[in-house]
């Protein structure tokens, strides 16, 4: 056991929240007092904050200094001007040239070097403050909080690479009251037991990527495995998520859940409206723009583009106008009815690999051949990959019940969805590969995307 690990276990007899650490407690309450803020006031607020952080960028950053920042103070209004005006930055950018987008004065003592694979498959280092995951923390935890979560609830987490002791399928951490289930053995065989060990324990909230969400509601509505019956909430976060992922892991384990978008480099937040209203963009955490294929901004209810981040937290490398890879659609900007302020997402589609490409070169987002109907009951995982425009194959992971007239009907309904000018093959396969943390891709895209232009989102044949 190592110093780190030791000290985690001595900390966890520590009544939650304050096991969490000062920083922690302090962004949890600062939340809290701002979470119903006027728009006026989160508006300034972040106005306010990203004149900070531009002032930074310009004196502590070789990029972002002589870019046209302004010296002095910029005026809070001002500051969404100036950045209107920066460029947008690729990660490869960041990546070849991490110090140059980092700030010289934050000690090395007070940082710390993260990478991340990230779901477009680049490896990507940059630095965090110490305290980042900290107040990370807190960000999330105060999602969770309207499905009656509350710091010291257990959650049982089936995401992620965590490997257990040998022989065994989970470790309980006690200082996060996390029941963490082993990726690697979600299975017919496995997936009983974990659901099993879930309700031994009266856990009622559930971790899940979406993907590992589905299978295991796939798994409980063909009567391989049961339901616990005392779920509260599950928390589906790190992949897209889908409509119908969304309705089947409601209905099968009879509760509510909520879903997030963030990515590791800490430069924007937005979670799901308790009023069905969208995705809430939080500015107390980073600025989101939407561009189109040309670069240029979009700001209309239904617009479709790349989304760019901007962080608003005080970090070591600053991610300022940066270049997601992620699409999102823009909801509407009235008032929400749940009563929280500021701008929302309609969708949030995944990454610009997220389409298939027809013969004719016209793209399909992964959103327009979503499927609202019983079309893969009978199947635990699918995914979509294309190696030349026009070919697409779709791999099926069966489960139980699964027979020719499932792989027909699939045929045939998503054949039809996509259209004339595609022909899709059916694979029936013992195996889905996911990434190095487990996640599963909706579409293998292995043709160059950037030759396409950005498919109209949620729009199929």
Wanted: glycine letters at 10%; aromatic letters at 10%; charged letters at 25%.
């Amino acid at each position: 056991m190592n110093l780190r690990t030791s000290a985690r276990s001595y900390i966890a007899f520590v009544p939650a929240p304050w096991r969490f650490g000062a920083t922690y407690l302090r962004t949890s309450r600062w939340l809290a007092r701002t979470e119903f803020e006027s728009t006026e006031q989160r508006d300034r607020r972040a106005s306010t904050k990203l004149a900070s952080i531009l002032a930074s960028a310009r004196q502590y950053t070789a990029f972002w200094n002589g870019l046209g920042i302004p010296g002095g103070v910029i005026g809070g209004d001002a500051a969404r001007n100036v950045l209107m005006n920066l460029p947008t930055v690729e990660k490869e950018q960041i990546r070849d040239s991490l110090d140059h987008f980092t700030r010289t004065d934050v000690p090395s003592e007070a940082r710390e070097y993260l990478t991340t694979g990230g779901s477009s498959a680049v490896p990507f280092g940059f630095y965090l403050l110490r305290r980042s995951s900290r107040e990370e923390r807190a960000f999330v935890h105060n999602i969770w909080r309207p499905l009656g979560w509350r710091p010291g609830d257990a959650t049982a987490v089936f995401r992620g690479a965590f490997v257990p002791e040998e022989g065994r399928l989970w470790g309980f951490d006690r200082y996060s009251a996390e029941l963490r289930l082993s990726g690697y053995h979600y299975t017919a065989e496995h997936v009983p037991h974990m659901l099993q060990e879930v309700e031994r324990r009266g856990i009622k909230y559930i971790q899940a990527y979406p993907s590992a969400g589905v299978l295991l509601a796939r798994l409980v509505s063909e009567g391989v495995a049961k339901a616990p019956p005392r779920l509260q909430g599950c928390f589906l976060g790190s992949e897209t998520l889908l409509p119908w992922q969304r309705d089947l892991v409601q209905r099968v384990f009879s509760c509510q859940s909520v879903a997030w978008y963030g990515h590791a480099e800490a430069a924007a937040l937005a979670y799901e409206c308790a009023a069905g209203c969208g995705y809430h963009v939080d500015e107390r955490y980073g600025i989101i723009e939407l561009l189109d294929a040309r670069g240029q901004p979009l700001t209309r209810q239904g617009e479709s583009g790349e989304m760019v981040a901007t962080t608003l937290r005080e970090q070591a490398t600053l991610f300022i106008r940066y270049r997601t890879g992620d699409m999102a659609t823009w909801g509407s900007a009235e008032p929400c009815s749940c009563g929280r302020p500021g701008r929302k997402l309609l969708m949030i589609h995944g990454r610009v690999q997220e389409f298939v490409v027809s013969r004719r070169g016209r793209p399909v987002s992964a959103t327009a051949i979503n499927m609202h109907n019983d079309l893969f009951d009978h199947v635990l995982r699918f995914q979509f990959r294309q190696h030349e425009p026009g070919s697409v194959d779709l791999l099926l992971l069966p489960g139980p019940g699964f027979g020719e007239a499932d792989r027909d009907r699939i045929q045939q309904e998503i054949g039809t969805k996509l259209g004339e000018d595609f022909d899709l093959n059916i694979l029936v396969v013992s195996e889905i590969q996911l990434s190095p943390r487990l996640k599963q891709r909706f579409i293998d895209q292995r043709l160059p995307v950037d030759q396409f232009a950005v498919p109209q989102i949620g729009q199929g044949r």
